[in-house]
């Protein structure tokens, strides 16, 4: 009689261990399943970033072009067009100013060089009225390559970057060439392209050449903007995916 | 009331006056009538020209932005410095003709002088890639400075800064651009080159002075490398 009491209370106290191990398991089990899947761990994306320097500006009005245009307002519309161009690719875009003020070099420099971006792009436009040195001038700095080093001078921190800097004008003049226009390569040596620790082009604009080596669209045609703007948003979006690749 | 004793006094002063300058106007005329029968201004020397010489010039051309080689006869002084500002002032003197291929106005006066100096050991801004001294020589250097020896000589035969003085006017009327400022240096330093290959580096003043750019471009800070701007025939810089 007391063994069957014994095994009796044994098991309904097992039924009742088994019950609450057996409870415990189904809210393990219903709160992992509430919990979303665990992410799958991918190569996170390199930042990318363009930096737009609109040259001159303020009093530094830079060359006077065409129908009594400056140089510092051209730069800035291009700025302001070519910024939008690549926001909408999902670019993210540094400018140096984006209004009709004065930016010292040094200061467009900084700004630059704090962003780390993967491509710098200095505006300019020229119109001498002569009909000569027409397309788009695409000039990276003549200064002689470089190792990269912990300490950079200021002024020739571009030697550094300069072989970048030819590759990311290739792709330019491919893409401004694809579009049909005429392209002249060269190198140069400005202040601020010098200082840029980045991969730097200064794109110099003058009126679109036509097959007859005559002027076709002058800097004031808003088509030739538009598609000087795009040639240029689509090289970067080519230097993007350039980049990306291992 | 005047009395009349200061009447006559006062014409007494007022004549003697007028007689001491004119005697003063006369002994003026005397002395220099005596100063100019005292120069021989008949001229003596024929004034030399220097003999003709062919020059070449990097002249730039906007069209196709290249630089092509000319060469041009034309007077050269002897001494270097005159003689890099002759070849330079006839460069821009086709920069300034009318139907030039590189219109920047301006012309030869526009180069006030070109001062040469041998090269600096320690090459400033970008020009670092001037070969350093070798230590054998810089080491001579050093014990003929510590013996008290005189400065020494600048040499003959080695490589020289140009250092361009131009023109504020040139500068400020020159149009303003990346291509037309760089083509317009580069010329400027290939021309120097080319006519004498010591001039290895140039830098650039204006009136006197440095500038930050020529005419919103191109940098005029740093010294270039005069080699480098002498490109191939009619390629671009």
């Known amino acids: 009689m007391s063994a069957r009491l014994v095994i009796r209370t044994f098991l309904h106290a097992f039924d009742r261990v088994s019950l609450v191990h057996l409870l415990l398991l189904a809210f393990l089990s219903c709160a992992a399943a509430a919990q979303p899947a665990p992410p799958v761990l991918a190569a996170p994306q390199a930042r990318f970033v363009v930096v737009i320097d609109a040259a001159h500006g303020g009093e530094d009005a830079g060359g006077s072009l065409s129908n009594s245009q400056l140089e510092k307002s051209f730069t800035l519309a291009l700025s302001v067009r070519l910024r939008s161009l690549l926001a909408a690719r999902g670019i993210q875009v540094v400018t140096t100013r984006e209004s009709d003020a004065a930016v010292e070099p040094d200061k467009r420099v900084e700004i630059a060089n704090h962003a780390q971006a993967q491509a710098c792009l200095s505006l300019h436009a020229s119109d001498n009225g002569s009909g000569s040195g027409l397309g788009v001038h695409l000039f990276a700095s003549s200064l002689s390559p470089a190792q990269p080093t912990r300490f950079v001078p200021w002024k020739t921190a571009q030697a550094a970057w300069v072989t970048r800097s030819l590759a990311l004008e ?77 | 009331m005047i009395p009349r004793h200061q009447k006559l006094l006062f014409g007494i002063l007022l004549l003697a006056s007028l007689v001491m300058g004119v005697t003063l106007w006369q002994l003026r005329e005397r002395a220099h009538k005596r100063l100019i029968a005292g120069q021989d201004s008949a001229p003596t020397r024929a004034p030399e020209v220097a003999p003709a010489e062919q020059a070449t010039l990097l002249v730039a051309n906007d069209s196709d932005s290249s630089m092509r080689t000319q060469i041009h006869s034309l007077p050269l002084p002897a001494d270097p410095g005159s003689r890099a500002r002759a070849v330079l002032g006839k460069l821009l003197d086709l920069y300034a003709a ?140």
């Open chain 1, 170 to 246: 290739g792709v330019l003049n491919s893409a401004l060439q694809h579009a049909g226009m005429s392209v002249t390569l060269g190198r140069t040596s400005l202040p601020v392209v010098d200082s840029m620790s980045c991969p730097a082009v200064a794109v110099e604009i003058a009126p679109e050449m036509g097959p007859d080596k005559k002027v076709a669209a002058g800097l004031d045609d808003p088509d030739y903007q538009a598609r000087v703007a795009a040639a240029l948003a689509a090289a970067l979006v080519e230097w993007r995916s350039e980049a990306r690749q291992p």
């Open chain 2, 98 to 237: 009318p139907d030039a291929a590189h219109p920047v106005p301006g012309g030869g006066s526009s180069v006030l002088q070109v001062f040469l100096l041998p090269v600096p050991e320690i090459g400033a801004g970008a020009a670092a890639s001037v070969k350093p001294k070798s230590a054998e020589s810089s080491s001579a250097e050093f014990r003929a400075n510590k013996s008290g020896a005189a400065p020494r000589e600048q040499p003959q035969t080695g490589p020289q800064l140009a250092v361009v003085n131009l023109t504020g006017s040139f500068a400020a009327s020159h149009p303003s651009g990346i291509e037309t400022e760089t083509l317009t240096v580069l010329s400027i330093c290939g021309t120097l080159h080319a006519n004498q290959p010591r001039i290895t580096q140039v830098r650039f003043l204006v009136d006197g002075q440095t500038r930050a750019t020529l005419a919103g471009h191109a940098d005029l800070t740093r010294t270039y490398l005069a080699g480098d701007a002498v490109p191939a025939e009619g390629t671009q810089p």
